[in-house]
T-cell receptor, first 113, second 115 residues
Framework: GESVGLHLPTLSVQEGDNSIINCAYS??????FIWYKQESGKGPQFIID?????DKRQGQRVTVLLNKTVKHLSLQIAATQPGDSAVYFC????????????FGKGITLSVRP | DAGVTQSPTHLIKTRGQHVTLRCSPI?????VSWYQQVLGQGPQFIFQ???????GRGNFPDRFSARQFPNYSSELNVNALLLGDSALYLC??????????????FGAGSRLTVL
C-alpha cells in the first residue's frame, strides 16, 4: 500500500549545527510533499512544501530536497535552535481534487544547548 | 485573526459512549478536514468536508461521522467508543478542497481518552 515513512525515530543535534531529517515515500503520483512540525500540546504546523516537479526549495533557515528517483525527501534546518525541538512529519498531498494528507510516523528533533 | 479552534480540548469517555467534537475553521476557509493522531504516530485522515458536503473519507468505520454547517464549522461524531479510539483528534481548515498549494492549518486538537 501507499506509505510515507521516516528512517530514524529520533535525532539529537547541538545548538547551532545543521539538522537533516530524512523521509521515504512510496506514492509516485503525489503532487506535493510537505513538512510539518508539531510541538508538544499543539497541532502540526506547516513548515515548507515542494511540488513534485521540483527538486529543491528554500525557505527561511529550511531547505527541502526531493529525489524522485529514489523516492526520498529531506528537510535541512540551518543553525538549529532550541525552538526547533519538536516532532517533524513528512506528508504527501495526494493528486486530484482533494487535500488529504498522508503522514509518516514522525521523527523527534532534540536540540542540545 | 483566530486560528482553527477546537473544543473540548480534553475529554474522558467510557466504552460504548459517544462523543461530539467541534471545530471552527479560520475565517474565510471553506474546507474542514479531520485527522486522528494516536500517540507516537502521524495523523491519519478521517474526513474532508467542503461547502457542507463530504469530499473525502479515510479508512475509518461507520461509527465515525461528521458534518459541516453553513458557517463552515464542523462536528466529528464517534459512536460506540472503543478503547482504541483514544487519540488526539485534529481539525484542519483550508481555503479550498483542491490539492496543490492548499496548505492545511491545524487546530491544537481534542484529546479523547476512552476508559
Amino acid at each position: 500500500g501507499e506509505s510515507v515513512g521516516l528512517h530514524l525515530p529520533t535525532l539529537s543535534v547541538q545548538e547551532g549545527d545543521n539538522s537533516i531529517i530524512n523521509c521515504a515515500y512510496s506514492n509516485s503520483a503525489s503532487d506535493y510533499f510537505i513538512w510539518y512540525k508539531q510541538e508538544s500540546g499543539k497541532g502540526p504546523q506547516f513548515i515548507i512544501d515542494i511540488r513534485s516537479n521540483m527538486d529543491k526549495r528554500q525557505g527561511q533557515r529550511v531547505t527541502v530536497l526531493l529525489n524522485k528517483t529514489v523516492k526520498h525527501l529531506s528537510l535541512q534546518i540551518a543553525a538549529t535552535q532550541p525552538g526547533d525541538s519538536a516532532v517533524y512529519f513528512c506528508a504527501e498531498n495526494g493528486s486530484g481534487a482533494n487535500s488529504k494528507l498522508t503522514f509518516g510516523k514522525g521523527i523527534t528533533l532534540s536540540v542540545r544547548p | 485573526d483566530a486560528g482553527v479552534t477546537q473544543s473540548p480540548t480534553h475529554l474522558i469517555k467510557t466504552r460504548g459512549q459517544h462523543v461530539t467534537l467541534r471545530c471552527s475553521p479560520i475565517s474565510g476557509h471553506k474546507s474542514v478536514s479531520w485527522y486522528q493522531q494516536v500517540l507516537g504516530q502521524g495523523p491519519q485522515f478521517i474526513f474532508q468536508y467542503y461547502e457542507k458536503e463530504e469530499r473525502g473519507r479515510g479508512n475509518f468505520p461507520d461509527r465515525f461521522s461528521a458534518r459541516q454547517f453553513p458557517n463552515y464549522s464542523s462536528e466529528l461524531n464517534v459512536n460506540a467508543l472503543l478503547l482504541g479510539d483514544s487519540a488526539l483528534y485534529l481539525c484542519a481548515s483550508s481555503l479550498t478542497r483542491l490539492s496543490g498549494a492548499n496548505v492545511l492549518t491545524f487546530g491544537a486538537g481534542s484529546r479523547l481518552t476512552v476508559l
